[in-house]
């Protein structure tokens, strides 16, 4: 995924600490290596990038008061269970949600955290982060319009908006990292127009541009989110944001499904990137974005598996694919291939996340990798292509994946966490939850 596409045969990778020293074909340097791991039949990848997640929704996946409903009545029916969340719900959340992730061979990951009941505080996902060893973007976000001031989430999950700016403050302050290679970056990340003011999202953008972070809310995700714009604000979702600085290259947007010409050509112009989410877009019934027009445009594209009530599942692989096949579905054939789709997950991440440090294979990077038996049965047959055979087959699931030079699945088994553990204490913490 270097700027010439390069696919490697019989290749190598040298990396030392955290970063790749060097790649080359043929015969590996034999001098100053600690360490040799015969990859041998496999295919290596750069590390996927998940680019939209709401971690804390593993603990309401499949709620039958939920499983039939758009976006609007979804989030009003569980806007009351997630009001009962707890610190332990989020720590516990966040790592099953990462678990998924990196046994898709996703590295990096952002999380948009925008709720804080009973003492929850975005600490408790970074801290899990940290455990888990995955590299993080956590995004602060917030809700400050009620149900009493017009908005949609409940009075007693919003928050006041001073409070809101001091404790993002707070957590950049206390976790951003900018350095090259970071694993923890703070993301400034309101939760969408109905939840937020438009002061909270002017100022949010001028605190964020004060320390220098990125900025990431909700936008165009369906007709009804757009209909409240031009009912609330008398604007597209596009102009909205444009005219609360909430466009450039240190901005990306969620779904974006029902984004129109003009706002393509916004972002476009102003280097504003798109998590698409295709699997969340379908399962809520919200479209399939213009994901091809905005690329051909210029708009910077990754993906998400956005939150897991929405999805129901978290894998990014199998989000690669699916973007590639609903491409198809809206544009014909040849509307994205295999390869397209890993660029979309790789590279396409990265310069959404605002980062130049992952997402490649080259000298200077993160050694942040996914790596492939091709010996699968999903591979049976696809040899001729593995790279095309890596969308077009799948899902698969990847023998190893390293975060900064470190296996963190090994064998396809995570080497930082009891698995098993995790999962049955968020079993218990789901029912807890969901029944009250």
């Given at each position: 995924?270097?700027?010439a596409r390069t696919e490697l045969k019989s290749g190598?990778?040298?990396?030392?600490?955290?970063?790749?020293?060097?790649?080359?074909?043929?015969?590996?340097?034999?001098?100053?290596?600690d360490e040799v791991v015969d990859l041998t039949g496999r295919l290596v990848c750069p590390g996927l990038i998940n680019t939209h997640h709401h971690?804390?929704?593993?603990?309401?996946?499949?709620?039958?008061?939920?499983?039939?409903?758009?976006l609007f009545g979804w989030l009003q029916a569980l806007y009351p269970i997630w009001s009962r969340l707890t610190p332990e719900m989020i720590r516990v959340s966040t790592q099953i949600a990462m678990a998924e992730l990196l046994l898709s061979g996703c590295t990096t990951s952002s999380d948009h955290l925008y709720?804080?009941?009973n003492g929850a505080r975005l600490d408790d996902s970074i801290e899990a982060a940290g455990e888990i060893g995955m590299r993080f973007h956590a995004a602060r976000g917030a809700m400050s319009i009620g149900e009493s001031a017009g908005g949609l989430p409940p009075d007693?999950?919003?928050?006041?908006?001073?409070?809101?700016?001091?404790?993002?403050?707070r957590v950049i302050e206390a976790y951003h990292d900018s350095s090259d290679g970071a694993m923890i970056r703070v993301v400034v990340a309101p939760c969408s127009p109905f939840s937020v003011s438009q002061g909270l999202m002017a100022d949010s953008a001028q605190l964020a541009r004060q320390y220098g972070v990125s900025m990431h809310t909700h936008l165009a995700e369906d007709t009804d989110d757009v209909a409240?714009?031009?009912?609330?604000?008398?604007?597209?979702p596009a102009r909205y944001a444009e005219g609360l600085?909430?466009?450039?290259?240190?901005?990306?947007?969620?779904?974006c499904v029902q984004l129109d010409r003009e706002g393509i050509g916004l972002f476009a112009a102003s280097g504003t990137g798109v998590a698409h989410c295709p699997c969340s877009n379908m399962r809520l019934g919200s479209g399939i974005a213009p994901i091809g027009r905005m690329r051909k445009a210029g708009v910077p594209v990754g993906l998400g598996v956005d939150g897991s009530a929405s999805n129901d599942s978290g894998s990014l692989i199998a989000e690669?694919?699916?973007?590639?096949?609903?491409?198809?579905?809206?544009?014909?054939?040849?509307?994205?291939?295999?390869?397209?789709?890993?660029?979309?997950?790789?590279?396409?991440?990265?310069?959404?996340?605002?980062?130049?440090?992952?997402?490649?294979?080259?000298?200077?990077?993160?050694?942040?990798?996914?790596i492939f038996d091709l010996t699968d049965l999903a591979f049976a047959g696809a040899l001729h292509d593995p790279v095309g055979a890596l969308a077009l087959c799948g899902p698969v699931a990847p023998l190893h994946t390293l975060v900064n030079g470190r296996f963190v699945v090994r064998d396809r088994r995570l080497t930082t966490i009891d698995l098993g553990k995790l999962v049955h204490r968020h079993n218990q913490l789901a029912t807890l939850l969901v029944n009250g």
């Open positions: 995924m270097d700027e190598w990778i040298h990396i030392i600490g955290g970063k790749i020293v060097a790649v080359g074909q043929g015969e590996a340097p034999a001098v100053g290596i971690m804390f929704q593993s603990l309401t996946r499949a709620v039958p008061t939920a499983q039939n409903s758009s709720l804080f009941p007693s999950l919003v928050e006041r908006e001073p409070a809101i700016l001091k404790d993002t403050q409240y714009s031009l009912a609330k604000f008398g604007r597209t600085g909430w466009l450039g290259p240190d901005v990306w947007h969620a779904h690669m694919r699916q973007a590639m096949l609903l491409q198809r579905v809206k544009y014909g054939a040849g509307a994205m291939t295999g390869r397209q789709a890993l660029e979309i997950a790789t590279r396409g991440g990265a310069q959404v996340l605002n980062r130049t440090d992952i997402g490649v294979i080259a000298p200077g990077m993160a050694a942040d990798l996914a």
